[in-house]
Structure formats: structure tokens, C-alpha cells
């Protein structure tokens, strides 16, 4: 399905090391191909180190310290993966606030596989029903969430799912998302 997300605007939130590289680049691409500009934020500026599993792969600029992104600035949000990547953010106070005030402003935010480690920390599951990688169904719980084993779960303006095989019914949903269907 084709979307128009002209004039919007998509932060990627990531750690500078441990992104699942294919869980930031097909939603990137998803994004940026229906006309969004999307940006990579995080904690530091410089690089984002991306990995293939445990494989290190490629770098990308990072556009935007955490410090300084503010949630008026972005039309949606992106929480890509990896194991190591969304620890490291549910550890860096101004990403989890990022993540609590985009989900409190009720702006689109997706998040794939470990991600949801970060909307844990940032306290935003009350009632709320997600996906993720099947290890955090008892974080998610203990967060007050409900976890459900499915390929992509819409609560709200909150899109989940579960892995990387998920990406082409995740990208789709952040996309309808993100142009506000």
C-alpha cells in the first residue's frame, strides 16, 4: 500500500552501539520512501554502530543528541531492536523521558523485538496490550501491560511486534500511522 508522509517528520531513537541493523534500516526505508525525513537520534552525537545479530555491520550519523530532541519536533517515532540497544536507552534518563513524552503526547511511536525494554522503563504500558520478543512477556507484564504473541499489535498510536521476520506488517502499520489512518 502506498502512503504520503510528506512534510513529516520520524525520530529513530537508538543507543550509539547495538541496533538491530535491519530493524532501524526497513523501517527507514519505509518512512523516508513515502516522503517522511527521518532522523536518528541519540544519546551522543557521532556514530550508531549497527549489528547483524552478534556480527558488527554498518555505522550511520547520528542527527540529533537525546538531550536535545524535543517531542514537538517529530511527527512519529521509531524504536528499533536489538538486544543491547534498547538496554543501553532504558539506562539513559533523557531517552526514557523522550520515549514517556512522545507516548504521553499520544504521537505514533513503534517499537520491534527487545524495544519495548525501553517503554518498560519509561513506565507507558498501564493497560496497554504489545508484542515483542517473547523474552519480555513478563517485563511487559510486570509493567502492566498485556503481551500477546502476534505479528504486529496496534494499541492506541502504539505499534509492536515481535522480529525482524515482522518488519513488512510493521513497517505497513507505522506507516498508516504516521499519516494519521
Same mark, same amino acid.
Given at each position: 500500500?502506498?502512503?504520503?508522509?510528506?512534510?513529516?517528520?520520524?525520530?529513530?531513537?537508538?543507543?550509539?552501539?547495538?541496533?538491530?541493523?535491519?530493524?532501524?534500516?526497513?523501517?527507514?526505508?519505509?518512512?523516508?520512501?513515502?516522503?517522511?525525513?527521518?532522523?536518528?537520534?541519540?544519546?551522543?552525537?557521532?556514530?550508531?554502530?549497527?549489528?547483524?545479530?552478534?556480527?558488527?555491520?554498518?555505522?550511520?550519523?547520528?542527527?540529533?543528541?537525546?538531550?536535545?530532541?524535543?517531542?514537538?519536533?517529530?511527527?512519529?517515532?521509531?524504536?528499533?531492536?536489538?538486544?543491547?540497544?534498547?538496554?543501553?536507552?532504558?539506562?539513559? *534518563?533523557?531517552?526514557?523521558?523522550?520515549?514517556?513524552?512522545?507516548?504521553?503526547?499520544?504521537?505514533?511511536?513503534?517499537?520491534?523485538?527487545?524495544?519495548?525494554?525501553?517503554?518498560?522503563?519509561?513506565?507507558?504500558?498501564?493497560?496497554?496490550?504489545?508484542?515483542?520478543?517473547?523474552?519480555?512477556?513478563?517485563?511487559?507484564?510486570?509493567?502492566?501491560?498485556?503481551?500477546?504473541?502476534?505479528?504486529?499489535?496496534?494499541?492506541?498510536?502504539?505499534?509492536?511486534?515481535?522480529?525482524?521476520?515482522?518488519?513488512? *506488517?510493521?513497517?505497513?502499520?507505522?506507516?498508516?500511522?504516521?499519516?494519521?489512518?
Amino acid at each position: 500500500m502506498a502512503y504520503d508522509l510528506s512534510g513529516k517528520t520520524i525520530a529513530f531513537l537508538v543507543a550509539n552501539e547495538g541496533i538491530e541493523q535491519v530493524e532501524l534500516t526497513e523501517p527507514w526505508e519505509a518512512v523516508t520512501g513515502a516522503g517522511a525525513t527521518a532522523k536518528l537520534v541519540a544519546p551522543e552525537l557521532g556514530t550508531a554502530q549497527a549489528f547483524n545479530h552478534l556480527d558488527k555491520a554498518d555505522t550511520f550519523e547520528v542527527d540529533v543528541a537525546v538531550v536535545d530532541a524535543k517531542v514537538e519536533d517529530f511527527d512519529g517515532l521509531v524504536l528499533p531492536g536489538g538486544v543491547a540497544n534498547p538496554d543501553a536507552l532504558r539506562l539513559d *534518563a533523557d531517552a526514557v523521558r523522550f520515549v514517556r513524552d512522545f507516548v504521553a503526547a499520544g504521537k505514533p511511536t513503534g517499537a520491534i523485538c527487545h524495544a519495548p525494554w525501553v517503554l518498560v522503563e519509561a513506565d507507558v504500558l498501564d493497560d496497554r496490550t504489545i508484542t515483542s520478543w517473547p523474552s519480555l512477556k513478563t517485563d511487559v507484564s510486570n509493567a502492566g501491560g498485556k503481551w500477546v504473541d502476534e505479528e504486529v499489535v496496534v494499541d492506541q498510536a502504539l505499534v509492536t511486534s515481535r522480529n525482524p521476520g515482522d518488519l513488512p *506488517a510493521f513497517n505497513d502499520k507505522i506507516c498508516q500511522m504516521f499519516e494519521g489512518r
